[in-house]
């Protein structure tokens, strides 16, 4: 007999695997990532068990079959759409961001562990990521992502030295965990000291979404967080963030990369 599960579930990537059929990548709230095969998603008959269309970003609930044994997809048997996030589908630049969100939390979290606090943190980014705050919040849910999954960087403090990081030029090494002061041997970014401790005050999505700060955001520091943050991805996976192109669009800066 099957086990149906039911869950809240953010769709991050969408592949179609036949005329009719799409395997796609469910963050869910209470069972973390999932792949699945949504047979005949493509198809509208009567026995398609969706109310919308599973579209990158979207949200909705999910009815599935995990997966057994050796199978690596699960079934998805129905999918009742919630939010197909329109407004954001209108802002190029937040799409973009949201699209950079999706795609490093597929990176760095390992399948069915549930994240049930990112969840909402990745929920808050998206949707904060058509408004004024767009910048603030891809950058926030970044440093959360590398928090949550146990790789977040050392920020204020030298990797090498333990010693605190006041204004001072510091260079980011990824490989070796965050910051490293003047002081140490390090071949990294160079970033100053006030960007860093900037980054890490800077408050998560569901913060940002409840209290935005009312100073207008340096799109210049934050595209620099970005790059240093995703450059900590890239070394935690050893894989390049396909999404590191938008960066210039996100935060409307140009970048050499």
Same mark, same amino acid.
């Given at each position: 007999?099957?086990?149906?599960?039911?869950?809240?579930?953010?769709?991050?990537?969408?592949?179609?695997?036949?005329?009719?059929?799409?395997?796609?990548?469910?963050?869910?709230?209470?069972?973390?990532?999932?792949?699945?095969?949504?047979?005949?998603?493509?198809?509208?008959?009567?026995?398609?068990?969706?109310?919308?269309?599973?579209?990158?970003l979207t949200s909705g609930?999910?009815?599935?079959?995990?997966?057994?044994?050796?199978?690596?997809?699960?079934?998805?048997?129905?999918?009742?759409?919630a939010n197909h996030r329109?407004?954001?589908?209108?802002?190029?630049?937040?799409?973009?961001?949201?699209?950079?969100?999706?795609?490093?939390?597929?990176?760095?979290?390992?399948?069915?562990?549930?994240?049930?606090?990112?969840?909402?943190?990745?929920?808050? &980014?998206?949707? #904060? @990521?058509?408004?004024?705050?767009?910048?603030? /919040?891809? !950058?926030?849910? *970044?440093?959360?992502?590398?928090?949550?999954?146990?790789?977040?960087?050392?920020?204020?403090?030298?990797?090498?030295?333990?010693?605190?990081i006041g204004d001072e030029?510091?260079?980011?090494?990824?490989?070796?965990?965050?910051?490293?002061?003047?002081?140490?041997?390090?071949?990294?970014?160079?970033?100053?000291?006030?960007?860093?401790?900037?980054?890490?005050?800077?408050?998560?999505?569901?913060?940002?979404?409840?209290?935005?700060?009312?100073?207008?955001?340096? &799109?210049?520091? #934050? @595209?620099?967080?970005?790059?240093?943050?995703? /450059?900590? !991805?890239?070394? *935690?996976?050893?894989?390049?963030?396909?999404?590191?192109?938008?960066?210039?669009?996100?935060?409307?800066?140009?970048?050499?990369?």
């Amino acid at each position: 007999m099957a086990n149906y599960l039911t869950d809240d579930a953010i769709c991050l990537r969408v592949t179609d695997f036949s005329e009719t059929s799409q395997i796609v990548n469910m963050f869910t709230r209470r069972h973390g990532l999932v792949p699945m095969i949504a047979k005949g998603a493509k198809r509208e008959t009567k026995k398609n068990h969706s109310s919308g269309p599973l579209d990158l970003l979207t949200s909705g609930e999910v009815v599935f079959v995990p997966a057994k044994g050796e199978a690596e997809l699960g079934l998805l048997s129905k999918w009742e759409l919630a939010n197909h996030r329109t407004a954001l589908r209108r802002n190029l630049a937040g799409l973009n961001a949201a699209m950079m969100c999706a795609d490093v939390t597929a990176m760095l979290i390992v399948a069915h562990d549930p994240h049930e606090a990112l969840y909402e943190e990745l929920d808050a &980014a998206l949707e #904060l @990521a058509a408004t004024p705050q767009r910048m603030r /919040s891809t !950058v926030s849910y *970044v440093k959360t992502l590398l928090e949550e999954s146990g790789y977040g960087p050392t920020l204020t403090t030298c990797v090498g030295c333990d010693r605190a990081i006041g204004d001072e030029a510091a260079k980011f090494v990824p490989r070796a965990g965050g910051i490293v002061c003047s002081r140490c041997v390090g071949e990294g970014e160079v970033i100053s000291g006030r960007i860093a401790v900037a980054l890490e005050r800077l408050g998560r999505p569901t913060e940002l979404a409840v209290s935005p700060p009312a100073k207008e955001a340096n &799109a210049d520091a #934050l @595209a620099k967080a970005m790059e240093l943050l995703l /450059s900590h !991805v890239e070394a *935690v996976t050893d894989k390049r963030v396909k999404t590191r192109s938008l960066v210039g669009s996100v935060f409307s800066v140009s970048t050499t990369r």
